[in-house]
Structures are given as structure tokens and as C-alpha cells.
């Protein structure tokens, strides 16, 4: 079964950076895109940012655009998600997620099928 698990979250004040990592298995992980999605206390779950199975087209919630960045390792079947000039408001618990068909990327909560557990980002004043 597929299985996706993040790592790399934490406690980082504000200007600070964390590289979320997601180590996915079970799927023929070339072939699908990758999507970061992170739920505030309180709020629902949002989408942060997304990327092809080649790694050749990403996206990016306005909120994060220009602050993170995301990648993949094919070889390594590993998605990251770098975040710079973290803000309080981006505090949230992190997933990383893949969608049900391969050769499908999207940025809707929806259109996707396969989650991690999620990992706490915190980020203090």
C-alpha cells in the first residue's frame, strides 16, 4: 500500500527556516505528482504547494510564493519542501499527499488520494 511519511518538522522562530522532507512508497512514485498541505488550529486543511512527477512545473499558495520551495528526488522517491522567512501564521501541522491517478497534478484538497500523518511546524514571534 502506498505509504507517505514526512519528517522534518519543529520549533524555528520567525525568519527562520525548516526543509520538510516526505519519503513516499508503494507507488511508482516518477509517476505522480506531489502536493504540501499544511491545517492550522482551528482551520481547514490548505493547500501550500504542489509538483510534477518530472519536476518540471510547481505551484505555489500566494501566502508561500517566494518564501518556499518545493522539489523532488526521483531516485531518492522523496519530496522536500523548503521553507524560508517562516511567519507565525505558517504554524500548522504539514502533509504531504499524492494524488489517485498518476500524470495528475492539481491544488485541490480532493484531487487527492494518499496522505502522511503530518508533521507539527511551530513557529514562535
Known amino acids: 500500500q502506498v505509504q507517505l511519511v514526512e519528517s522534518g518538522g519543529g520549533l524555528v522562530q520567525a525568519g527562520g527556516s525548516l526543509r520538510l522532507s516526505c519519503a513516499a512508497s508503494?507507488?511508482?512514485?516518477?509517476?505522480?505528482?506531489m502536493g504540501w498541505f499544511r491545517q492550522a488550529p482551528g482551520k481547514e486543511r490548505e493547500f501550500v504547494s504542489a509538483i510534477t512527477w518530472g519536476g518540471g512545473n510547481t505551484y505555489y499558495a500566494d501566502s508561500v510564493k517566494g518564501r518556499f520551495t518545493i522539489s523532488r528526488d526521483n531516485a531518492k522517491n522523496t519530496v522536500y519542501l523548503q521553507m524560508n522567512s517562516l511567519e507565525p501564521e505558517d504554524t500548522a501541522v504539514y502533509y504531504c499527499?499524492?494524488?489517485?491517478?498518476?500524470?495528475?497534478?492539481?491544488?485541490?484538497?480532493?484531487?487527492?488520494?494518499?496522505w502522511g500523518q503530518g508533521t507539527q511546524v511551530t513557529v514562535s514571534s
Open positions: 499527499a499524492a494524488p489517485g491517478r498518476v500524470f495528475r497534478v492539481g491544488v485541490k484538497l480532493a484531487e487527492y488520494n494518499y
Open positions: 508503494g507507488l511508482t512514485f516518477s509517476s505522480y505528482a
